[in-house]
Protein backbone atom coordinates (compact mmCIF):
# COMPACT_ATOMS: atom_id res chain seq x y z
CA UNK A 1 0.00 0.00 0.00
CA UNK A 2 1.31 3.88 -0.76
CA UNK A 3 2.20 5.75 1.93
CA UNK A 4 -0.87 7.91 3.77
CA UNK A 5 -0.23 11.35 2.40
CA UNK A 6 -2.32 12.57 5.47
CA UNK A 7 -1.67 10.80 8.98
CA UNK A 8 -4.87 8.66 10.33
CA UNK A 9 -6.24 9.31 13.53
CA UNK A 10 -5.19 7.09 16.38
CA UNK A 11 -7.70 5.73 18.03
CA UNK A 12 -9.42 7.63 21.21
CA UNK A 13 -9.28 11.12 19.40
CA UNK A 14 -12.75 11.22 18.00
CA UNK A 15 -15.99 9.53 19.48
CA UNK A 16 -17.46 6.63 18.13
CA UNK A 17 -20.44 7.09 15.72
CA UNK A 18 -22.38 4.77 17.80
CA UNK A 19 -22.78 6.63 21.09
CA UNK A 20 -25.64 5.28 23.06
CA UNK A 21 -25.82 8.38 25.34
CA UNK A 22 -26.34 10.76 22.27
CA UNK A 23 -29.81 8.81 21.45
CA UNK A 24 -29.43 10.09 17.66
CA UNK A 25 -26.47 8.14 16.88
CA UNK A 26 -28.55 4.78 17.46
CA UNK A 27 -30.50 4.85 13.78
CA UNK A 28 -27.69 7.20 12.40
CA UNK A 29 -24.62 5.44 12.83
CA UNK A 30 -23.15 2.59 10.62
CA UNK A 31 -22.66 -0.75 11.33
CA UNK A 32 -20.08 -1.77 8.87
CA UNK A 33 -16.33 -0.38 9.56
CA UNK A 34 -15.28 2.14 7.35
CA UNK A 35 -12.84 0.82 4.99
CA UNK A 36 -10.05 1.43 4.66
CA UNK A 37 -8.90 3.87 1.38
CA UNK A 38 -5.53 4.52 0.30
CA UNK A 39 -4.91 8.35 -0.41
CA UNK A 40 -5.42 9.31 -3.95
CA UNK A 41 -6.19 12.78 -5.53
CA UNK A 42 -9.48 12.54 -4.52
CA UNK A 43 -8.43 12.76 -1.06
CA UNK A 44 -5.32 14.76 -0.48
CA UNK A 45 -7.20 17.76 -2.79
CA UNK A 46 -10.07 19.87 -1.87
CA UNK A 47 -12.35 23.15 -2.18
CA UNK A 48 -10.44 25.91 -1.31
CA UNK A 49 -13.13 28.19 0.01
CA UNK A 50 -11.20 31.60 -1.01
CA UNK A 51 -11.58 34.87 0.01
CA UNK A 52 -13.93 36.04 -2.64
CA UNK A 53 -16.49 34.31 -1.13
CA UNK A 54 -16.19 36.22 1.80
CA UNK A 55 -18.05 39.65 2.77
CA UNK A 56 -16.53 42.42 5.39
CA UNK A 57 -17.62 41.85 8.85
CA UNK A 58 -18.81 38.09 8.53
CA UNK A 59 -16.09 37.82 11.18
CA UNK A 60 -18.29 39.65 13.42
CA UNK A 61 -21.52 38.71 14.07
CA UNK A 62 -22.55 41.91 16.41
CA UNK A 63 -22.40 44.12 13.59
CA UNK A 64 -25.02 42.01 10.86
CA UNK A 65 -28.20 43.44 11.70
CA UNK A 66 -29.52 47.19 12.39
CA UNK A 67 -28.68 46.82 15.81
CA UNK A 68 -26.66 45.09 18.41
CA UNK A 69 -27.77 42.01 19.78
CA UNK A 70 -28.27 41.59 23.50
CA UNK A 71 -25.95 39.05 25.50
CA UNK A 72 -22.70 39.24 26.41
CA UNK A 73 -19.85 40.26 23.96
CA UNK A 74 -16.87 38.76 23.65
CA UNK A 75 -14.10 37.59 21.57
CA UNK A 76 -13.00 34.19 19.99
CA UNK A 77 -9.82 33.43 18.88
CA UNK A 78 -7.22 30.88 18.21
CA UNK A 79 -5.24 29.28 15.63
CA UNK A 80 -5.33 26.55 13.07
CA UNK A 81 -2.68 24.04 13.45
CA UNK A 82 -1.79 20.64 11.97
CA UNK A 83 -0.92 17.73 13.87
CA UNK A 84 2.91 18.60 13.23
CA UNK A 85 2.42 22.41 14.55
CA UNK A 86 2.34 24.03 11.21
CA UNK A 87 0.09 26.98 10.76
CA UNK A 88 -2.71 26.47 8.43
CA UNK A 89 -2.89 29.33 6.43
CA UNK A 90 -6.30 30.85 4.05
CA UNK A 91 -8.38 28.47 5.89
CA UNK A 92 -12.32 29.03 6.07
CA UNK A 93 -13.24 28.62 9.62
CA UNK A 94 -17.41 28.75 9.62
CA UNK A 95 -19.11 28.95 12.76
CA UNK A 96 -22.91 29.19 14.20
CA UNK A 97 -24.85 29.29 17.40
CA UNK A 98 -27.86 29.95 19.31
CA UNK A 99 -28.27 33.61 20.98
CA UNK A 100 -27.41 34.80 24.57
CA UNK A 101 -30.95 33.12 25.14
CA UNK A 102 -30.38 29.35 23.71
CA UNK A 103 -32.45 30.06 20.84
CA UNK A 104 -31.37 29.49 17.26
CA UNK A 105 -32.40 31.97 13.94
CA UNK A 106 -33.30 28.80 12.84
CA UNK A 107 -37.26 27.22 11.87
CA UNK A 108 -36.39 24.28 13.77
CA UNK A 109 -35.18 25.41 17.28
CA UNK A 110 -39.20 25.29 18.94
CA UNK A 111 -37.28 26.39 22.35
CA UNK A 112 -39.49 29.02 24.04
CA UNK A 113 -36.59 31.33 24.53
CA UNK A 114 -36.63 34.86 22.74
CA UNK A 115 -35.29 35.05 19.11
CA UNK A 116 -32.91 38.02 19.29
CA UNK A 117 -33.71 40.15 15.47
CA UNK A 118 -30.51 41.31 15.93
CA UNK A 119 -28.64 38.06 15.93
CA UNK A 120 -28.39 35.29 13.10
CA UNK A 121 -25.32 33.75 15.11
CA UNK A 122 -23.63 32.88 12.28
CA UNK A 123 -20.24 34.01 10.94
CA UNK A 124 -16.84 33.31 8.48
CA UNK A 125 -13.66 34.44 8.32
CA UNK A 126 -10.28 32.96 7.04
CA UNK A 127 -7.01 32.47 8.83
CA UNK A 128 -4.76 34.23 8.21
CA UNK A 129 -0.69 33.25 7.29
CA UNK A 130 -0.10 32.32 10.74
CA UNK A 131 -3.34 30.42 10.59
CA UNK A 132 -4.78 32.95 13.61
CA UNK A 133 -8.52 33.85 13.12
CA UNK A 134 -10.93 35.70 15.01
CA UNK A 135 -14.60 36.57 15.96
CA UNK A 136 -16.58 38.99 17.82
CA UNK A 137 -20.03 37.49 18.69
CA UNK A 138 -21.68 37.00 21.94
CA UNK A 139 -21.67 34.04 24.67
CA UNK A 140 -24.59 31.58 23.30
CA UNK A 141 -26.45 30.78 26.33
CA UNK A 142 -27.61 26.73 27.29
CA UNK A 143 -30.08 25.12 25.82
CA UNK A 144 -32.72 22.53 26.68
CA UNK A 145 -32.58 19.46 23.98
CA UNK A 146 -35.20 16.46 24.08
CA UNK A 147 -32.43 13.48 24.26
CA UNK A 148 -33.35 12.66 27.84
CA UNK A 149 -35.18 14.13 31.20
CA UNK A 150 -33.70 17.39 31.71
CA UNK A 151 -31.15 17.59 28.90
CA UNK A 152 -28.98 20.98 28.40
CA UNK A 153 -26.36 21.52 25.81
CA UNK A 154 -23.91 23.03 27.70
CA UNK A 155 -22.93 26.47 26.13
CA UNK A 156 -21.24 26.08 22.41
CA UNK A 157 -20.24 27.47 19.08
CA UNK A 158 -20.21 25.07 16.04
CA UNK A 159 -17.19 25.00 14.26
CA UNK A 160 -16.57 24.14 10.67
CA UNK A 161 -13.49 23.53 8.63
CA UNK A 162 -12.14 22.22 5.60
CA UNK A 163 -8.22 22.37 5.56
CA UNK A 164 -6.26 22.10 2.92
CA UNK A 165 -7.71 18.70 2.02
CA UNK A 166 -11.00 16.43 1.84
CA UNK A 167 -9.61 14.37 4.21
CA UNK A 168 -8.81 16.90 6.48
CA UNK A 169 -12.68 18.00 6.95
CA UNK A 170 -13.74 18.92 10.56
CA UNK A 171 -16.98 19.96 11.84
CA UNK A 172 -16.61 20.61 15.80
CA UNK A 173 -18.11 22.16 18.84
CA UNK A 174 -16.11 24.82 21.46
CA UNK A 175 -17.16 24.85 24.49
CA UNK A 176 -16.73 27.58 27.22
CA UNK A 177 -14.09 26.52 30.67
CA UNK A 178 -15.71 25.76 33.79
CA UNK A 179 -19.24 25.16 32.55
CA UNK A 180 -20.80 23.01 34.72
CA UNK A 181 -23.10 21.32 32.07
CA UNK A 182 -20.50 19.45 30.61
CA UNK A 183 -20.61 16.98 32.71
CA UNK A 184 -23.98 16.17 31.99
CA UNK A 185 -23.79 16.54 28.23
CA UNK A 186 -23.53 12.86 26.05
CA UNK A 187 -22.41 14.88 23.03
CA UNK A 188 -19.48 16.37 24.63
CA UNK A 189 -18.50 13.33 26.42
CA UNK A 190 -19.31 10.73 23.09
CA UNK A 191 -15.24 11.81 22.82
CA UNK A 192 -13.17 10.09 24.46
CA UNK A 193 -11.64 11.21 28.17
CA UNK A 194 -8.59 11.65 27.31
CA UNK A 195 -9.20 14.14 24.20
CA UNK A 196 -12.25 15.74 25.42
CA UNK A 197 -10.98 18.53 27.06
CA UNK A 198 -9.15 20.15 23.44
CA UNK A 199 -12.96 21.34 22.88
CA UNK A 200 -13.09 24.21 25.81
CA UNK A 201 -11.66 27.41 24.54
CA UNK A 202 -9.40 29.00 27.70
CA UNK A 203 -10.21 32.02 29.06
CA UNK A 204 -7.96 34.56 27.81
CA UNK A 205 -7.16 37.86 30.02
CA UNK A 206 -4.65 39.13 27.58
CA UNK A 207 -6.54 39.21 24.83
CA UNK A 208 -9.75 40.77 26.40
CA UNK A 209 -10.72 44.13 25.50
CA UNK A 210 -10.89 46.40 28.82
CA UNK A 211 -14.39 48.30 28.81
CA UNK A 212 -15.73 46.10 26.27
CA UNK A 213 -15.33 42.46 26.05
CA UNK A 214 -13.75 39.52 27.76
CA UNK A 215 -12.09 37.04 25.14
CA UNK A 216 -11.73 33.44 24.77
CA UNK A 217 -8.87 31.13 22.92
CA UNK A 218 -9.71 28.15 20.96
CA UNK A 219 -6.71 26.52 18.79
CA UNK A 220 -8.10 23.72 16.55
CA UNK A 221 -5.67 21.45 15.02
CA UNK A 222 -6.34 19.45 11.92
CA UNK A 223 -4.71 16.31 10.29
CA UNK A 224 -1.04 17.08 9.60
CA UNK A 225 1.30 15.77 6.89
CA UNK A 226 3.11 12.43 7.21
CA UNK A 227 6.66 13.75 8.16
CA UNK A 228 8.10 12.15 4.88
CA UNK A 229 5.10 12.73 2.30
CA UNK A 230 5.49 11.17 -1.08
CA UNK A 231 6.30 13.92 -3.02
CA UNK B 1 6.40 19.61 17.78
CA UNK B 2 3.54 16.84 18.15
CA UNK B 3 -0.48 18.54 18.51
CA UNK B 4 -3.37 17.20 19.57
CA UNK B 5 -6.28 16.65 16.71
CA UNK B 6 -9.16 18.50 17.07
CA UNK B 7 -11.48 16.05 17.92
CA UNK B 8 -14.84 16.03 15.67
CA UNK B 9 -18.73 16.49 17.02
CA UNK B 10 -21.93 16.52 15.34
CA UNK B 11 -23.46 19.40 13.07
CA UNK B 12 -26.45 19.33 14.91
CA UNK B 13 -29.96 19.77 13.56
CA UNK B 14 -29.60 24.18 13.42
CA UNK B 15 -26.78 24.55 11.42
CA UNK B 16 -27.04 28.35 10.07
CA UNK B 17 -27.78 29.18 6.27
CA UNK B 18 -24.87 30.12 5.46
CA UNK B 19 -23.18 26.76 5.52
CA UNK B 20 -26.01 26.27 2.52
CA UNK B 21 -26.79 29.76 1.56
CA UNK B 22 -23.49 31.06 0.52
CA UNK B 23 -22.24 27.52 -1.41
CA UNK B 24 -23.56 26.29 -5.20
CA UNK B 25 -25.56 23.17 -5.21
CA UNK B 26 -25.08 24.53 -8.88
CA UNK B 27 -21.09 24.02 -9.10
CA UNK B 28 -20.84 24.46 -13.11
CA UNK B 29 -22.15 28.13 -14.32
CA UNK B 30 -22.89 28.07 -18.28
CA UNK B 31 -18.97 27.75 -20.01
CA UNK B 32 -17.62 25.11 -18.20
CA UNK B 33 -16.69 22.01 -20.28
CA UNK B 34 -18.57 18.90 -19.77
CA UNK B 35 -21.46 16.59 -20.07
CA UNK B 36 -24.29 18.15 -17.75
CA UNK B 37 -25.35 16.21 -15.36
CA UNK B 38 -28.15 16.37 -11.95
CA UNK B 39 -27.27 14.36 -9.08
CA UNK B 40 -29.88 13.75 -6.66
CA UNK B 41 -28.64 12.21 -3.53
CA UNK B 42 -31.08 11.01 -0.56
CA UNK B 43 -30.21 10.39 2.77
CA UNK B 44 -31.59 7.39 4.56
CA UNK B 45 -31.55 6.43 8.65
CA UNK B 46 -30.67 2.77 9.32
CA UNK B 47 -34.58 2.13 10.43
CA UNK B 48 -35.35 3.19 6.81
CA UNK B 49 -36.52 6.87 7.56
CA UNK B 50 -35.71 9.37 5.51
CA UNK B 51 -33.02 12.26 6.98
CA UNK B 52 -34.58 15.53 6.27
CA UNK B 53 -32.04 17.93 8.73
CA UNK B 54 -28.68 16.28 6.64
CA UNK B 55 -25.74 18.35 5.19
CA UNK B 56 -24.22 16.58 1.92
CA UNK B 57 -20.93 18.20 0.60
CA UNK B 58 -19.24 17.08 -2.55
CA UNK B 59 -15.88 17.07 -4.28
CA UNK B 60 -14.60 16.13 -7.59
CA UNK B 61 -12.58 16.75 -10.59
CA UNK B 62 -13.54 18.40 -13.88
CA UNK B 63 -14.32 17.12 -16.86
CA UNK B 64 -10.81 16.58 -18.01
CA UNK B 65 -10.16 15.03 -14.86
CA UNK B 66 -8.20 17.66 -12.76
CA UNK B 67 -9.10 18.61 -9.48
CA UNK B 68 -9.04 22.27 -8.89
CA UNK B 69 -6.04 22.30 -6.08
CA UNK B 70 -2.27 23.08 -5.90
CA UNK B 71 -1.56 19.10 -5.18
CA UNK B 72 -2.88 17.97 -8.64
CA UNK B 73 -0.35 19.24 -10.52
CA UNK B 74 -0.84 17.24 -13.58
CA UNK B 75 -0.75 18.84 -17.34
CA UNK B 76 -4.78 19.05 -17.56
CA UNK B 77 -7.00 21.99 -18.21
CA UNK B 78 -8.52 23.84 -15.59
CA UNK B 79 -11.92 25.25 -15.41
CA UNK B 80 -12.39 28.87 -14.68
CA UNK B 81 -16.02 28.93 -12.60
CA UNK B 82 -15.44 25.52 -12.02
CA UNK B 83 -14.10 24.78 -8.39
CA UNK B 84 -15.68 21.32 -7.80
CA UNK B 85 -17.38 22.20 -4.29
CA UNK B 86 -20.93 21.95 -3.53
CA UNK B 87 -23.26 21.72 -0.11
CA UNK B 88 -26.43 21.47 0.10
CA UNK B 89 -28.69 20.55 2.85
CA UNK B 90 -31.68 17.74 2.75
CA UNK B 91 -35.07 19.23 2.05
CA UNK B 92 -38.15 17.29 3.51
CA UNK B 93 -37.45 13.95 1.17
CA UNK B 94 -34.46 13.67 2.20
CA UNK B 95 -32.65 14.73 -0.74
CA UNK B 96 -30.28 17.00 -1.82
CA UNK B 97 -29.93 18.26 -5.36
CA UNK B 98 -26.22 19.11 -7.32
CA UNK B 99 -25.83 20.45 -10.83
CA UNK B 100 -23.07 19.78 -12.07
CA UNK B 101 -20.57 18.15 -15.28
CA UNK B 102 -19.54 14.78 -15.08
CA UNK B 103 -16.30 14.11 -13.83
CA UNK B 104 -13.69 12.75 -15.61
CA UNK B 105 -10.93 9.91 -14.50
CA UNK B 106 -8.16 10.16 -11.88
CA UNK B 107 -5.06 8.26 -11.11
CA UNK B 108 -4.77 6.02 -8.65
CA UNK B 109 -1.50 6.29 -7.10
CA UNK B 110 -0.31 2.64 -7.42
CA UNK B 111 -0.76 2.78 -11.27
CA UNK B 112 -4.19 2.71 -13.45
CA UNK B 113 -7.14 5.17 -13.59
CA UNK B 114 -10.19 4.97 -10.88
CA UNK B 115 -13.34 4.94 -12.53
CA UNK B 116 -15.18 8.33 -12.66
CA UNK B 117 -16.66 9.45 -9.02
CA UNK B 118 -17.42 12.32 -6.44
CA UNK B 119 -16.29 12.41 -3.43
CA UNK B 120 -19.15 12.66 -0.58
CA UNK B 121 -19.00 13.97 2.91
CA UNK B 122 -22.51 13.18 5.68
CA UNK B 123 -23.29 15.40 8.03
CA UNK B 124 -26.13 15.35 10.07
CA UNK B 125 -28.05 15.06 13.53
CA UNK B 126 -26.50 12.24 15.00
CA UNK B 127 -23.80 12.18 13.24
CA UNK B 128 -20.48 12.38 15.52
CA UNK B 129 -18.16 12.06 12.57
CA UNK B 130 -18.18 13.27 9.00
CA UNK B 131 -19.28 10.03 6.89
CA UNK B 132 -17.31 10.01 3.61
CA UNK B 133 -18.64 7.94 0.67
CA UNK B 134 -18.10 7.91 -3.02
CA UNK B 135 -20.87 8.09 -6.26
CA UNK B 136 -19.81 6.17 -8.87
CA UNK B 137 -22.55 6.57 -12.49
CA UNK B 138 -23.77 2.74 -13.39
CA UNK B 139 -22.62 1.30 -16.63
CA UNK B 140 -19.29 3.52 -16.40
CA UNK B 141 -16.85 2.11 -18.36
CA UNK B 142 -13.75 2.10 -15.68
CA UNK B 143 -15.99 0.81 -12.88
CA UNK B 144 -14.65 -2.79 -13.56
CA UNK B 145 -11.17 -1.91 -12.92
CA UNK B 146 -11.85 0.87 -9.92
CA UNK B 147 -8.81 -0.16 -7.12
CA UNK B 148 -11.79 1.46 -4.84
CA UNK B 149 -14.72 -0.52 -5.55
CA UNK B 150 -12.16 -3.57 -5.47
CA UNK B 151 -11.51 -3.16 -1.89
CA UNK B 152 -15.30 -3.24 -1.28
CA UNK B 153 -17.49 -6.70 -0.89
CA UNK B 154 -19.11 -7.30 -4.40
CA UNK B 155 -22.31 -7.79 -2.60
CA UNK B 156 -22.08 -3.76 -1.57
CA UNK B 157 -20.78 -2.24 -4.45
CA UNK B 158 -23.94 -1.31 -5.31
CA UNK B 159 -24.78 0.86 -2.71
CA UNK B 160 -21.99 3.18 -3.99
CA UNK B 161 -23.40 3.00 -7.85
CA UNK B 162 -25.59 5.79 -8.87
CA UNK B 163 -28.57 5.10 -11.43
CA UNK B 164 -29.68 7.09 -14.87
CA UNK B 165 -33.47 8.54 -13.91
CA UNK B 166 -34.11 10.81 -16.92
CA UNK B 167 -32.10 13.23 -19.24
CA UNK B 168 -28.90 13.70 -17.12
CA UNK B 169 -30.27 12.47 -13.62
CA UNK B 170 -28.02 10.44 -11.69
CA UNK B 171 -29.75 8.99 -8.03
CA UNK B 172 -28.06 7.58 -5.32
CA UNK B 173 -29.67 6.68 -2.11
CA UNK B 174 -27.36 7.06 0.50
CA UNK B 175 -28.61 4.30 3.64
CA UNK B 176 -26.43 5.64 6.82
CA UNK B 177 -27.21 1.90 8.28
CA UNK B 178 -29.94 -0.78 8.08
CA UNK B 179 -29.72 -3.39 5.43
CA UNK B 180 -28.95 -1.21 2.57
CA UNK B 181 -25.96 0.48 4.45
CA UNK B 182 -23.55 2.19 2.03
CA UNK B 183 -20.10 2.09 2.29
CA UNK B 184 -18.01 4.23 3.92
CA UNK B 185 -14.18 4.82 3.34
CA UNK B 186 -11.60 5.76 6.61
CA UNK B 187 -9.58 8.18 4.39
FE1 LIG C 1 -25.93 23.60 18.99
Known amino acids: MEKDIYQRPATGQHPLNLSPAYKSTVARSPKQPAIMLPQSLSEITGPSLGAERLNALENDLTRQRIGEPLGERIVVHGRVLDENGKPVPKAMVEIWQCNAAGRYHHPGDQHDAPLDPNFTGGGRVRTDDEGKYEFITIKPGAYPWKNHHNAWRPAHIHFSLFGPAFATRLITQMYFPGDPLLAYDPIYNSVPEGARTRLQASFDIETTRPEWALAYKFDVVLRGRNATPME | ?187
Open chain 2, 1 to 187: MSHALTPSQTIGPFYWGTLVNTYRADLAPPGVAGERIELVLSLFDAEGALIPDGLLEIWQANSHGRYNHPDDRRNLPLDAGFEGFGRASTDTNGEARFATVKPGRVPWPAGGMQAAHVNINVFARGVLNRLATRLYFEGDPGLAEDPVLKLVDAARRRTLIAKRDGAGIWRLPIHIGGAHETVFFDI
